[in-house]
Each structure stands twice: as C-alpha cells, then as structure tokens.
C-alpha cells in the first residue's frame, strides 16, 4: 500500500491525522470496500506510533509542510512504515520513538 501525503499547507504529522481521522469516517459509513480501508488505517496508525514526527521535520524540510513535492506513506515487508520522497526511501529505525 502506497498512500500519497500532501504536505502543501501542513506537516506530515497533520496529513497523517487527518488521513487517518478521514479513513476512520469512511470505514463507519460503510459501504465501500472495508478491507482497503482497515489496510490503510493500520498503515496510518502503525506510522503515528512509530514516527518521531519532530526529528522527521527536523531531518527533512520537505515534512514540514508548505511543499508540493510528493512524499508517500509505504511499508516495508515487516510491516514498518516508513516514507518515500526525493528519490529516496525514509525507513526510521524500530526504536525511534
């Protein structure tokens, strides 16, 4: 799973909340595909878990909002998630937080 952020007017801690507050919405309203939704809020909640949100935007400018260049939320085959922007992939360590 690869879930575009957009960090044009906010952080990557905000996208990630409000992401996930969204995805919560939509898998209570029913309807839609529940499995892809329950893939998605556990990759946004594994991340809001296991981020150091101040060290990212401290590391990289790009997570501090007010940019338009893509960053994707991803995981890696241990599940972990970790982020891809500017060519490269972000993967913070287990212990980071």
């Known amino acids: 799973m690869k879930i575009r952020l957009d960090l044009v007017n906010h952080c990557i801690e905000t996208e990630i909340k409000r992401r996930h507050e969204a ?7 029913g309807g839609k595909d529940k499995d892809a939704i329950e893939a998605e809020l556990i990759l946004l909640e594994n991340a809001l878990n ?3 949100f101040d060290r990212l935007r401290g590391q990289w400018a790009v997570l501090s909002g007010g940019d338009d260049r893509p960053v994707f939320l991803t995981r890696e085959d241990d599940d972990r998630p970790c982020l891809e922007f500017n060519n490269c992939l972000v993967v913070p360590p287990a212990d980071e937080k």
Not at 23 to 29: D, E, L, Q, T, V
């Open 50 to 52: 296991a981020f150091d």
């Open 23 to 29: 995805a919560m919405s939509r898998y209570f309203k």
